[in-house]
């Protein structure tokens, strides 16, 4: 198995190198601004649609559970169709799922194709990872960080175009139609790329949805799948409600947008720091003291009043909390470059399950309790977070 590993990863660099990495890295970039657009317009939509925040929660959850459903079981399709059929296929549903989204007029029709558009950008985000953790191993950490700083970038594009669309009086779902154009040329762009497939035996049926238990019963993936799961649903649901609370605060989205794209700046800035001292520092450390720091900073953020010092203080939050998902995949992969399929799905699907879960109770408790609320679970959960990164930074693994 070891040597067609590296027969791939040759012929990968010989063949088809730069333009590989040039499609995960604008597909990244396309993966942010798709994510990050939803957030900043729930207060629109809840409006235009005539829909309370819990039922907005309550789409955005159901939307992920077909993707934790997919993550669990796309590695064994990517291992029978290939890189390349399986991208394609994440391609056709974000993109359909775009133009339906620009074509509803209910919110029934916005369930159905939001629930198409997360399930391409979960397919797609998983086959790049895996791509990575799979052909390009040995340079898996820089090249995870790489894609993290293109999906920054988008998730910084994001929040100034709702703000740009808002402020011209245009309507919402025009963003939507422009991410399907963009999504077609990224297309033409895939057929024209060789994406070497890794060898690995046929599956049948039957098999395609069996779980890699050297994976799932690994006490080191274990603590990280449940860290991912907890990180995953902060870094979610502090985006997604971050609109609603400033609105409670009575600043309107216009304004508010455009503090969410200082947030998502310091996001992207976090990256770049940090794919700096990941060359010095160990992943563990990093992620560690940035848990910790994220703690800090949070409760700062809720307690201070001036808008002033509470948008100084979400910038240094967002320098923190970034880039601990790309940590705990890149120390999941160091259990060997065979199981990097399995890895990449996996951890997807302990994120999607975290924010199936806590987008649901974020709208709830927005809606029946306190716009606040998405402040309560977030630093809970970032203190749990925190003692299982101790645990981890003293744990050792057993790498395959």
Same mark, same amino acid.
């Given at each position: 198995?070891?040597?067609?590993?590296?027969?791939?990863? %040759?012929?990968?660099?010989?063949?088809?190198?730069?333009?590989?990495?040039?499609?995960?890295?604008? %597909?990244?970039?396309?993966?942010?601004?798709?994510?990050?657009?939803?957030?900043?317009?729930?207060?629109?939509?809840?409006?235009?649609?005539?829909?309370?925040?819990?039922?907005?929660?309550?789409?955005?959850?159901?939307?992920?559970?077909?993707?934790?459903?997919?993550?669990?079981?796309?590695?064994?399709?990517?291992?029978?169709?290939?890189?390349?059929?399986?991208?394609?296929?994440?391609?056709?549903?974000?993109?359909?799922?775009?133009?339906?989204?620009?074509?509803?007029?209910?919110?029934?029709?916005?369930?159905?194709?939001?629930?198409?558009? %997360?399930?391409?950008?979960?397919? @797609?985000?998983?086959?790049?990872?895996?791509?990575? +953790?799979?052909?390009?191993?040995?340079?898996?950490?820089?090249?995870?960080? %790489?894609?993290?700083?293109?999906?920054? $970038? +988008?998730?910084?594009?994001?929040?100034?175009?709702?703000?740009?669309?808002?402020?011209?009086?245009?309507?919402?779902?025009?963003?939507?139609?422009?991410?399907?154009?963009?999504?077609?040329?990224?297309?033409?762009?895939?057929?024209?790329?060789?994406?070497?497939?890794?060898?690995?035996?046929?599956?049948?049926?039957?098999?395609?949805?069996?779980?890699?238990?050297?994976?799932?019963?690994?006490?080191?993936?274990?603590?990280?799948?449940?860290?991912?799961?907890?990180?995953?649903?902060?870094?979610?649901?502090?985006?997604?409600?971050?609109?609603?609370?400033?609105?409670?605060?009575?600043?309107?989205?216009?304004?508010?947008?455009?503090?969410?794209?200082?947030?998502?700046?310091?996001?992207?800035?976090?990256?770049?720091?940090?794919?700096? @001292?990941?060359?010095?520092?160990?992943?563990?450390?990093?992620?560690?003291?940035?848990?910790?720091?994220?703690?800090?900073?949070?409760?700062?953020?809720?307690?201070?009043?001036?808008?002033?010092?509470?948008?100084?203080?979400?910038?240094?939050?967002?320098?923190?909390?970034?880039?601990?998902?790309?940590?705990?995949?890149?120390?999941?992969?160091?259990?060997?470059?065979?199981?990097?399929?399995?890895?990449?799905?996996?951890?997807?699907?302990?994120?999607?399950?975290?924010?199936?879960?806590?987008?649901?109770?974020? +709208?709830?408790?927005?809606?029946?309790?306190?716009?606040?609320?998405?402040?309560?679970?977030?630093?809970?959960?970032?203190?749990?977070?925190?003692?299982?990164?101790?645990?981890?930074?003293?744990?050792? $693994?057993?790498?395959?």
């Amino acid at each position: 198995m070891i040597n067609k590993f590296s027969d791939v990863t %040759q012929d990968f660099s010989k063949v088809a190198t730069k333009k590989v990495l040039i499609y995960s890295l604008a %597909q990244r970039m396309v993966l942010g601004i798709s994510t990050g657009l939803v957030g900043p317009l729930i207060p629109i939509i809840a409006k235009d649609l005539n829909i309370g925040l819990d039922k907005i929660g309550a789409t955005i959850s159901f939307s992920i559970l077909a993707i934790l459903i997919t993550a669990i079981v796309l590695n064994n399709f990517i291992d029978n169709l290939g890189f390349k059929k399986v991208l394609i296929a994440g391609l056709v549903f974000l993109s359909s799922g775009a133009l339906g989204i620009f074509l509803s007029k209910t919110f029934i029709f916005f369930i159905v194709f939001y629930f198409i558009y %997360q399930l391409g950008i979960g397919i @797609l985000s998983i086959t790049i990872f895996s791509i990575i +953790g799979g052909v390009l191993f040995e340079e898996k950490s820089r090249r995870i960080m %790489q894609t993290s700083i293109y999906y920054s $970038m +988008g998730v910084i594009i994001a929040p100034l175009l709702v703000s740009l669309f808002i402020g011209v009086k245009l309507n919402w779902q025009l963003i939507f139609l422009s991410l399907v154009i963009i999504q077609i040329m990224l297309g033409i762009f895939l057929i024209s790329i060789k994406i070497p497939k890794i060898i690995k035996p046929k599956k049948n049926i039957k098999n395609l949805f069996s779980i890699d238990k050297k994976i799932i019963f690994n006490s080191f993936f274990i603590i990280i799948g449940f860290m991912i799961f907890l990180y995953s649903a902060v870094m979610v649901t502090f985006f997604t409600w971050f609109t609603s609370y400033f609105e409670s605060l009575n600043i309107e989205v216009f304004k508010s947008s455009l503090f969410l794209a200082l947030y998502s700046m310091s996001l992207f800035i976090g990256l770049i720091i940090k794919n700096q @001292l990941i060359r010095k520092v160990e992943e563990k450390k990093l992620l560690m003291w940035g848990i910790l720091l994220s703690f800090v900073f949070m409760i700062l953020i809720f307690f201070i009043r001036n808008l002033i010092i509470k948008n100084i203080m979400l910038f240094f939050y967002g320098i923190c909390i970034t880039a601990n998902f790309s940590f705990m995949v890149i120390l999941s992969l160091n259990l060997g470059s065979k199981y990097a399929s399995s890895i990449a799905a996996y951890t997807h699907a302990a994120a999607y399950l975290g924010s199936i879960i806590f987008q649901y109770v974020s +709208g709830f408790m927005s809606e029946h309790f306190s716009k606040n609320s998405v402040f309560y679970i977030d630093i809970l959960l970032l203190f749990i977070i925190f003692i299982l990164a101790i645990v981890i930074n003293n744990k050792k $693994m057993k790498t395959s």
